[in-house]
């Protein structure tokens, strides 16, 4: 493959490729197929001495991606290293010219004026479903609409590098129209003071982005930046043996293990590409770029502070729910994580959270689909699927069951068998959608259907990466349950230390760390899903906050292979719990202060920070964390959920306002 990144549109181009096809001796010169963005465009017949061929071609005018050459060939191998080789390229010679009938303005043909149209028309619906006045509605798009013209006309190249952008935000914007009128009616009540506590928070991360991050990750996400910006999207998780290529310069050289499903690589995909289009000849590793990665989990940390408030209203009132978005935005290790660190933990968290307050207040159909694309991202939300499904079992399929058994005309009414069948339906269906349109542009499919990558191989690819007990975790294999270690000298004493002892060792009577951590986490997952079942019922949603928290800690604490970073669900969950019951705040911040730490620590092996040196002189402070969190955990387990059941409802002037159903209600507002 060759690529030419944001090559033009509307041009017909010559290329010409100088290469030999010879062989050995015995051997004839192979024929050369070559595609041009996938599109067949020419064969040829070569000969064993170099000559010149040339294909002529047209891209759309306005082309999507990058201009990617592929010649594909029979192979040998060669008697001299075993590799198999094909044909050699001396060089290759692209020229754009003016394709017939070419406009010198730039018009979208039909079907990307039929995008930009959908785009303005999804962005118009959701500012109205939210309560948007029609003159500012429309006078909105109509300046969108002459800012995309206007655009097109002056750099029609760029127009051609934002389209995948629009396309995402379309995508983005025609998710959110289904929940266009429960937001409007969450965010009603004390918008203001809400909206500037979200600005206030998005202040304070912007002020710290600049911040070099941690430099690890942020330099992994450099690299696989350049690749999306660079490479079509088929090609990248394409490595050489070993991960990167010989030649200086290559697309592949120098390229880390890519352990992320496509679920969060779209969004580095779009400002990848947003950023090159803006600054062509801009380095990744400037601080616009360090910026533009860091905005957004800082978006994500919004989305999150909206969801706990819309969440916590329904069953604690509007400022119960305030205080819950206030205690997230503002919590130092939220902070730290997004603003400092850089990583985008946020954004599959507030996916998750998504779905819970759509299952919560009746649409379970959308909440499926919206997990799906979290599991997608961190496959540890994959768990919160069989709880989902005891939800929907309690609160659509088991009073169909009730109903039958009581006489005529007792009990509320519960919706139609075929509604509560449809609704399953959409709900596969939507979640099946969700993984073709994310994992195929990628070349990964799920078995059996062809792809060049299961998502099976590229989930285990990435669980296979740190094959440790704990890697950066403070959690149950960070105590002094295995061994003792030190850092010394910029390096771990003893047998790989607390964060690289493999979990493989044999740890108790014959079982390997990993085998305990998988049968810990088993046990106590079946547990939390029991204990959920038996207090399903009428206004259960207290009962699922308190399920969604102990399986993200308990994800944390048991199984082996654990990163610091996997807590930030458990907090999440935990700001939720809390302010759903007052007697939960300080489990609140043990969980916030234990996490802090913990990324503070982490954070420390690679960067410089103050008074940091003198905390690597001995492992109380992992002990104690990691103890500390298997006490948490243990405390979720056994006192949460009773401590949630029993907190005060709301009062009536805070009840849940009109157009909200009630948690319990869903069954009986369906059928009325």
């Not at 860091?294 to 408030?309: E, N, Q, R, T």
């Not at 690289?500 to 009577?509: E, H, M, P, V």
């Amino acid at each position: 493959r060759i690529v030419v990144p944001a090559a033009p549109g509307n041009a017909d181009w010559t290329a010409t490729l100088r290469l030999s096809g010879g062989r050995p001796p015995d051997q004839p010169s192979p024929p050369l197929t070559v595609l041009i963005d996938g599109r067949l465009v020419a064969q040829f017949t070569t000969s064993a001495d170099y000559r010149d061929y040339t294909v002529r071609f047209e891209r759309e005018p306005l082309a999507l991606g990058d201009l990617t050459l592929t010649l594909r060939t029979e192979t040998f191998l060669s008697p001299d290293d075993g590799r198999a080789l094909g044909v050699q390229l001396d060089r290759v010679t692209l020229t754009p010219g003016r394709a017939s009938g070419a406009l010198p303005v730039f018009f979208p043909p039909p079907g990307y004026a039929a995008l930009a149209a959908l785009l303005l028309g999804t962005a118009a619906s959701l500012a109205a479903g939210l309560g948007g006045g029609r003159r500012a509605v429309t006078g909105a798009t109509a300046g969108a609409l002459a800012l995309i013209l206007a655009g097109s006309a002056w750099r029609p190249d760029a127009a051609a590098r934002a389209l995948p952008a629009l396309t995402l935000g379309a995508a983005a914007l025609l998710a959110l129209l289904p929940a266009r009128r429960p937001l409007r009616a969450a965010l009603a009540p004390h918008a203001r003071a809400l909206g500037a506590m979200l600005l206030g928070g998005l202040a304070v991360r912007l002020l710290l982005a600049p911040w070099t991050g941690y430099q690890p990750d942020i330099d992994t996400l450099l690299v696989w930046a350049e690749r999306l910006a660079t490479l079509p999207l088929g090609v990248f998780y394409d490595t050489l043996p070993g991960g990167e290529a010989p030649e200086t310069g290559s697309p592949y050289a120098e390229t880390p293990l890519i352990d992320h499903l496509p679920g969060d690589l779209w969004l580095l995909w779009a400002i990848a590409r947003l950023y090159r289009a803006v600054a062509p000849e801009g380095s990744f590793g400037a601080t616009g770029f360090l910026v533009l990665l860091k905005l957004v989990p800082a978006l994500a940390d919004a989305g999150i502070a909206l969801l706990l408030y819309a969440i916590v209203r329904r069953f604690a009132g509007t400022r119960a729910g305030l205080l819950a978005a206030a205690a997230f935005t503002f919590n130092p290790a939220i902070v730290f994580l997004s603003a400092v660190w850089g990583q985008w933990d946020a954004v599959s968290a507030c996916l998750a959270l998504s779905a819970l307050w759509l299952l919560l207040r009746g649409n379970p159909e959308w909440s499926l689909p919206a997990l799906t694309w979290a599991a997608l991202i961190k496959p540890q939300f994959a768990a919160l699927a069989p709880l989902f499904a005891l939800a929907f079992l309690a609160r659509y399929v088991l009073p169909h069951a009730n109903q039958a058994r009581r006489p005529a005309g007792r009990g509320a009414p519960v919706a139609p068998p075929g509604r509560t069948a449809r609704r399953a339906g959409v709900a596969i269906g939507a979640a099946i959608l969700v993984l073709i349109l994310v994992l195929r542009p990628f070349d990964v499919g799920l078995p059996p259907l062809p792809a060049r990558w299961s998502l099976v191989e590229r989930a285990v690819l990435a669980l296979e990466k740190f094959p440790v007990t704990s890697a950066g975790a403070f959690n149950l294999w960070a105590t002094p349950l295995t061994g003792e270690a030190r850092w010394r000298g910029g390096a771990w004493e003893g047998d790989g230390g607390l964060f690289l002892r493999s979990d493989l060792q044999s740890w108790a009577l014959g079982l390997s760390y990993r085998t305990w951590g998988t049968l810990l986490f088993g046990a106590a997952y079946l547990a939390i899903l029991a204990a959920y079942w038996r207090s399903r019922g009428r206004g259960d949603g207290r009962a699922l906050v308190w399920a969604c928290l102990a399986i993200a800690y308990a994800a944390f604490v048991l199984p082996t292979r654990g990163h610091e970073r996997y807590l930030f669900p458990a907090v999440v969950f935990a700001a939720l719990a809390a302010a759903l019951a007052p007697r939960l705040r300080p489990f609140y911040l043990a969980v916030s202060a234990v996490y802090f730490v913990n990324l503070y620590y982490i954070y420390g092996r690679y960067s410089v920070l103050p008074g940091y040196a003198a905390i690597f002189a001995t492992d109380v402070l992992i002990y104690a964390g990691g103890l500390l969190n298997v006490a948490l955990l243990l405390y979720v387990l056994c006192r949460a959920l009773p401590v949630l059941r029993r907190a005060p409802s709301p009062p009536p002037a805070e009840a849940t306002p009109a157009g909200e159903r009630q948690p319990g209600e869903a069954v009986a507002r369906s059928a009325r």
